[in-house]
């Protein structure tokens, strides 16, 4: 068996804010969807989402789940509002 030359981090126990952030946006932006239309704010979800993955990775903070579950969410807004868009599109061409 061979061993990793890299020494594991052990994590800190420190949970990652921009992970918190980006459920949080990600939570405003699902219930915009049919109550306030602020959908939009999925795309700051993702965005947090994949730099707090970046983050908790190199600061071995923990939140992993929060910024996965923030991009499930925001990912599955956007493909929502993809066929919600092309689904409008032979209405308009008549």
Same mark, same amino acid.
């Given at each position: 068996?061979?061993? !990793?030359? #890299? +020494?594991?981090?052990?994590?800190?126990? =420190?949970?990652?804010?921009?992970?918190?952030?980006?459920?949080? %946006? @990600?939570?405003?932006?699902? !219930?915009?969807?049919?109550? *306030?239309?602020? &959908?939009? /704010?999925?795309?700051?979800? #993702?965005?947090?989402?994949?730099?707090? %993955?970046?983050?908790?990775? !190199?600061?071995?903070? =923990?939140?992993?789940? /929060?910024?996965?579950?923030? $991009?499930?969410?925001?990912?599955?807004?956007?493909?929502? @509002? $993809? *066929?919600? !868009?092309?689904?409008?599109? +032979?209405? &308009?061409? =008549?």
């Amino acid at each position: 068996m061979s061993s !990793s030359s #890299v +020494p594991a981090r052990a994590k800190t126990g =420190r949970l990652n804010k921009l992970a918190v952030a980006a459920i949080v %946006l @990600a939570a405003v932006a699902a !219930s915009g969807l049919w109550v *306030f239309g602020v &959908a939009i /704010l999925a795309v700051f979800a #993702v965005g947090a989402g994949h730099v707090s %993955l970046n983050q908790i990775q !190199s600061r071995a903070e =923990r939140g992993r789940g /929060l910024a996965v579950a923030a $991009l499930v969410i925001g990912y599955a807004i956007a493909t929502l @509002a $993809l *066929f919600t !868009s092309l689904s409008f599109i +032979p209405g &308009a061409i =008549r």
